[in-house]
């Protein structure tokens, strides 16, 4: 059973700087792609960056995230800085196994950004 554990997160002050990290066990196939995706409040989960065939992110963070993935660990950091109170959301690791068409989600974690 593929699992996801997500770690830092919690609260920053405008134009601080939070990392949020992942890591991916229980996978028998390789990872196609590792990502995050944040949910706010009243708004539809959105994508913030993923890695895998490049990389990607949403207009939102270009410029101030960036995602690195370590294949070796199977894991994916995300490095927020230029921090501002629209990124405050529940973030959320997600994984994808090309190999066999399957999704999987952490349980997310609260990043809270204060003027």
């Known amino acids: 059973q593929v699992r996801l554990v997500e770690s830092g997160g919690g609260l920053a002050q405008v134009g601080g700087s939070l990392k949020l990290s992942c890591a991916a066990t229980?996978?028998?196939?390789?990872?196609?792609?590792m990502g995050w995706y944040r949910q706010a409040p009243g708004k539809q989960r959105e994508l913030v960056a993923t890695?895998?065939?490049?990389?990607k992110y949403v207009d939102s963070v270009k410029g101030r995230f960036t995602i690195s993935e370590d294949n070796a660990k199977n894991s994916v950091d995300l490095q927020m800085s230029s921090l501002k109170p629209e990124d405050t959301a529940v973030y959320y690791c997600?994984?994808?196994?090309?190999?066999?068409?399957?999704?999987?989600w952490g349980q997310g974690t609260q990043v809270t950004v204060s003027s």
């Open positions: 997600y994984v994808y196994l090309g190999v066999i068409a399957a999704g999987y």
């Open positions: 890695s895998g065939g490049g990389t």
């Open positions: 229980g996978t028998r196939y390789p990872i196609t792609v």
